[in-house]
């Protein structure tokens, strides 16, 4: 039988036994109604018609109170079905005890008590605070009655570390949620653990996209999709622990309101906001930093690899050129300002980390390897004299004697 169908029956059985009991109660009544002896025997037909008046009242509140008090029932039961086994044993074990002590005391409130309807309403209270006593009686010591039960004697107990719903729940930040890359870092299971949105950072990205810009319109607007689809896919969860936000802070900043919050559900912030980021370490609030996990998972490029790069535009410095790989890190190539355009062999010179991520700095292949070669020679002529065949590159001395030609000693020809 699906529980669905169970929960229906229980329901109606429980309304039918109301009712029952409710028509019983009515016509157990009679006998108290006042001058009743004298009405009755003034009309015959008067208590037969009392009798249908306090029956069909007992019908109609079995009837309206059924219902209601089969809800309550199925509540306490799926309260029932979310607890732990732990937990279940001993609301049994405490039930148990309660119902237990109240019969301890039925024969003694039934020698002291004769009116039936206070003796009955004596026992159910004693027996609903027996119960209850019994129940926080033995969820106080779930653990070791569990151990006791199962091993079946005593043991030295082993403290149970209670762990918050909320803790270690990653809070996702405005920027990080419009950005988009958390969803697919969710998808790998690389991010585990429950997703929250607050309720004011929700706010914040509907008034992005009810801007009346259209970048920040689409910004918005691409958010909120996001948003629907992880909901979908995800464990997410929105607005629901923002009560535990102080109310002092609803004027604050929604970075700030971040930082109290996350400090207050003992939960871990997940941004690409750089100063978000230091805030919150500032703060002891540890912080996901999608930026430094992309930067982490690039490729490591070392100075002296050959790469193929297509230059797309010109650096900032002067015959710079500026190309990019595939996962968005630039690379600055001296002298590749006339490559512009077109698909390059370079060498990577050195490799600079930012706070933006990786920055390569290389240079063309061929047109550098030429310039070795030339240094190499220039540096060989100037300690040999010489060029590499033996070739003298020192300039001519210089004429003497003025610029004159001597035939003889003494003699100079005009």
């Known amino acids: 039988m699906a529980l669905f169908k169970f929960r229906t029956l229980f329901t109606l059985i429980l309304t039918a036994l109301l009712i029952s009991c409710g028509i019983y109660a009515g016509e157990q009544l009679l006998p108290f109604v006042p001058n009743f002896q004298e009405l009755n025997q003034a009309n015959p037909n008067y208590a037969l018609t009392f009798k249908a008046g306090l029956a069909t009242i007992g019908l109609l509140l079995g009837g309206w109170l059924g219902p209601r008090f089969a809800d309550l029932i199925i509540q306490a039961g799926k309260s029932l079905e979310r607890m732990s086994a732990t937990d279940k044993i001993a609301v049994g074990v405490g039930v148990t005890l309660g119902v237990f002590a109240t019969l301890l005391l039925f024969n003694l409130l039934s020698a002291l008590i004769n ?6 309403g004596l026992l ?28 079946g004697g005593p043991v030295v107990p082993v403290p149970e570390k209670e762990t918050p719903p909320t ?15 958390i969803a697919d870092v969710c998808r790998t299971g690389f991010l585990e653990g429950t997703l929250y949105v ?4 929700l706010e914040e990205l509907q008034h992005i996209a009810d801007s009346s810009d259209n970048l920040k319109r689409a910004r918005g607007r691409r958010g909120l999709e996001i948003l629907n689809t992880m909901q979908q896919e995800l464990p997410l969860v929105v607005r629901s622990w923002d009560k535990h936000l102080e109310s002092s802070a609803q004027d604050d900043e929604v970075d700030t309101r971040l930082v109290k919050l996350a400090r207050a559900l003992h939960g871990v912030i997940v941004t690409n906001d750089y100063n978000l980021n230091k805030v919150a370490a500032l703060q002891g609030v540890r912080v996901l930093n999608v930026n430094e996990l992309a930067n982490a998972l690039k490729p490591v490029v070392l100075p002296g690899e050959a790469m193929v790069v297509g230059i797309v535009k010109e650096g900032k410095e002067a015959n710079q ?22 698909t390059m062999s370079v060498i990577v010179t050195s490799v600079l980390q930012t706070v933006a991520g990786k920055m390569i700095f290389a240079r063309i292949k061929g047109e550098e390897d030429d310039e070795d070669v030339y240094q190499r020679v220039s540096r060989e002529a100037r ?6 065949n033996g070739t003298n590159l020192a300039p001519p001395p210089a004429p003497s004697g003025g610029g004159y030609t001597r035939r003889g000693a003494s003699k100079k020809v005009r």
């Open 115 to 120: 009116a039936v309807p206070l003796r009955i």
């Open 124 to 151: 159910t209270l004693l027996s609903v605070i027996f119960i209850y006593l019994g129940i926080v009686a033995m969820m106080s010591m779930k653990t070791e009655l569990v151990t006791i039960l199962a091993r």
């Open 167 to 181: 803790a270690n729940c990653k809070i996702l930040d405005t920027n990080v949620i419009i950005d988009g890359r």
């Open 198 to 201: 607050p309720g004011f950072v």
């Open 321 to 342: 050129g500026v190309a990019y790989l595939d996962d968005g890190t630039m690379i600055v190539i001296e002298d590749g300002r006339r490559y512009i355009g077109s």
């Open 383 to 388: 300690n040999d004299g010489g060029g590499p």
